[in-house]
């Protein structure tokens, strides 16, 4: 049986931040970090992708290339948490104990919870795609590319997602695409979410509601999608007040699928209620397990889950373990900021970044609620080399 004295759940945005923070310590603690991937994803850059911007082999990485330097890799998965004796098992069988234990496992996709979804995402000629996984998210620019009329359908669950702008981003591209193609007056453009609204803080939502205008996009709220038939081109939405089922028809549909906390710590002490690793949401420290830390996609952070967020959250997390390792009380709090790209055609973008209680907590000296050039340059050229160059590196900034 291994121990560890800070073991690292996950290799994603998350992980590999805390990890090369910590050993970036002028008195580093020994890290190791136990993920199975052998390759590591800048994801946000898939919207980019799936509108024919970017080949999706920019977006790949060798995970081994950003383990941080000085820290060990288990390349297993987790099976199991058992917190009250400082415990992990792995799919292996193994078992590791731990001084500090770190989660930061992300958020599963569950292709599965939409009915027909699994068998016919990517799949040409189905007119079913995703921006959501490396394998699907180049079907999304040849559907967009080849529909010359027809219905295009965008949805959004009703159950956290990464990225919370990313669906209608997607649909902002393919309304522009189709205009400069001279074709968009062809093409009945719906979009609908399981949920009610465009945005969560007013000030980019009144902005946003614009766009929507602008592009001509019909929006349906709480109409959550059910099941896909891609033989008949047909997708059923239910209703989330009345419970009833309608069916669309599609020439393409564009699905965000339901996601949510991983199995493997939904079923685990570690999980709140509500399945994600239930933690104090300033210090980022386990309300129930003082040694157990979590941040990222598959915490109870009341906020947006968006590497944006990881990249505030990475910093408070390894101040708040260097501090716990020592025997101090923890420093560090995080106000729940987060930051949402969104970008509204080829070369434009609002920049929506607030905090917890959905206020505006704006980096730049002008109305970020404003469509601007700059700020999808920034999204898609600076944000990915700072990803790379900088977070994953533990660099703050």
């Known amino acids: 049986m291994a121990h560890h004295e800070v073991l690292i759940v996950g290799g994603g945005s998350a992980g590999l931040a805390v990890g090369a923070m910590l050993r970036n310590q002028a008195n580093p603690p020994a890290v190791t970090i136990v993920d199975p991937s052998e ?3 800048y994801q946000p850059i898939w919207t980019l992708v799936g509108a024919g911007v970017f080949p999706k082999e920019i977006s790949e990485r060798e995970e081994a290339d950003y383990i941080p330097p000085g820290a060990t890799w288990i390349k297993q998965a987790v099976a199991t948490f058992d917190p009250d004796n400082n415990a992990i098992t792995l799919a292996n069988g193994e078992t590791h104990t731990y001084q500090v234990l770190v989660v930061t496992a992300g958020i599963q996709i569950n292709w599965d919870a939409v009915d027909g979804l699994k068998e016919s995402v990517g799949k040409p000629g189905t007119g079913v795609c995703s921006n959501y996984a490396f394998e699907t998210v180049e079907s999304t620019w040849a559907n967009i590319k080849s529909l010359k009329k027809g219905t295009a359908i965008f949805t959004e669950p009703n159950t956290p997602i990464k990225c919370g702008g990313a669906p209608q981003k997607i649909t902002y591209l393919a309304c522009d695409h189709w205009r400069r193609s001279n074709v968009r007056s062809k093409i009945d ?3 609908c979410k399981g949920g009610v609204g465009i945005f969560a803080v007013k000030k980019y939502a009144d902005a946003l509601n614009k766009v929507l205008e602008r592009h001509g996009i019909h ?9 896909v038939d891609a033989n008949k081109k047909e997708a059923v939405f239910q209703d989330l007040e009345s419970g009833d089922h309608t069916s669309m028809s599609f020439d393409m549909i564009h699905v965000t699928p339901p996601q949510g906390p991983p199995n493997f710590i939904k079923n685990s002490p570690l999980a709140a209620e509500t399945g994600w690793v239930e933690v104090d949401k300033h210090t980022t420290q386990h309300t129930r ?9 598959c915490s109870n952070l009341p906020t947006s889950k968006t590497g944006a967020a990881i990249r505030k959250q990475a910093p408070t997390t390894t101040a708040n373990i260097m501090a716990f390792l020592a025997g101090q009380e923890l420093p560090k709090q995080y106000n729940g900021y987060t930051s949402c790209p969104l970008v509204t055609g080829y070369g434009s973008l609002i920049l929506a970044e607030f905090d917890y209680d959905k206020q505006p907590m704006e980096s730049f000296p002008f109305n970020q609620a404003e469509e601007r050039y700059s700020m999808y340059a920034l999204k898609a050229y600076a944000l990915p080399k700072m990803y790379w160059h900088g977070m994953l590196r533990g660099r703050e900034f």
């Not at 929006?219 to 099941?227: H, I, Q």
């Not at 397990?289 to 996609?297: E, K, Q, T």
């Open 39 to 41: 390759k590591h994803y």
């Open 189 to 191: 453009v719906q979009f």
């Open 289 to 297: 397990y003082a040694n157990v830390f979590s941040l990222g996609d």
């Open 219 to 227: 929006t349906n709220w709480n109409k959550n999608l059910v099941a």
